[in-house]
T-cell receptor, first 114, second 113 residues
């Protein structure tokens, strides 16, 4: 399976600021996804990061709040904009590619907004 | 809506088999059953998946009933490190945008010494 890294692993931010989370994969992948896991909750899909085009967002998530980039087949970023304490969560990227199309997850970024 | 139903929690003794049930009575013919686990807020870890045949790998076995309406994940010799939340997910296996996973609440497995 692909090796996935995320930066930063954790951060504490002030409300009103923005944070960009990076997801790097050690091999080219077809699909990249971003999930959010709020405290004590399960994972919720934010969007599918599309290479060379705009991300596809799930209901309840908008590009202005969570802009996503995917410049190539191994890298994606998620920005959490104008943060509030409600954005405190673990943000996870995942990837899948051809074959069985199994999805693999990164280690996550733990974000705390004060 | 979640397509699977799992008990909220269960426990087992270390060294014994852990049998984790999942109901997916509305599963479609082209949907696979996937199992992931999440240990203490780490990223979810893929365990196993299947369509209709039973599957086994180095981590676990997946038993799917003949009517495919339920399945059981078996950890043959549970250790303390297997304590985690286990998610049973059904998903169309066509790739692309259909690759997205819908997580329910999962089942919390506690392995006791």
């Amino acid at each position: 399976s692909a090796v996935i890294s995320q930066k930063p692993s954790r951060d504490i931010c002030q409300r009103g600021t923005s944070l960009t989370i990076q997801c790097q994969v050690d091999s080219q992948v077809t699909m990249m996804f971003w999930y959010r896991q709020q405290p004590g909750q399960s994972l919720t899909l934010i969007a599918t990061a599309n290479q060379g085009s705009e991300a596809t967002y799930e209901s309840g998530f908008v590009i202005d709040k969570f802009p996503i980039s995917r410049p190539n087949l191994t890298f994606s970023t998620l920005t959490v904009s104008n943060m509030s304490p409600e954005d405190s969560s673990i943000y996870l990227c995942s990837v899948s590619s051809g074959g069985t199309d199994t999805q693999y997850f990164g280690p996550g970024t733990r974000l705390t907004v004060l | 809506d979640a397509k699977t139903t799992q008990p909220p929690s269960m426990d087992c003794a270390e060294g014994r088999a852990a049998n984790l049930p999942c109901n997916h009575s509305t599963i479609s013919g082209n949907e696979y059953v996937y199992w992931y686990r999440q240990i203490h807020s780490q990223g979810p870890q893929y365990i196993i998946h299947g369509l209709k045949n039973n599957e086994t790998n180095e981590m676990a076995s997946l038993i799917i009933t003949e009517d495919r309406k339920s399945s059981t994940l078996i950890l043959p010799h549970a250790t303390l490190r297997d304590t985690a939340v286990y998610y049973c997910i059904v998903r169309v296996g066509l790739g692309g945008a259909n690759s997205k996973l819908t997580f329910g609440k999962g089942i919390t497995l506690s392995v006791r010494p």
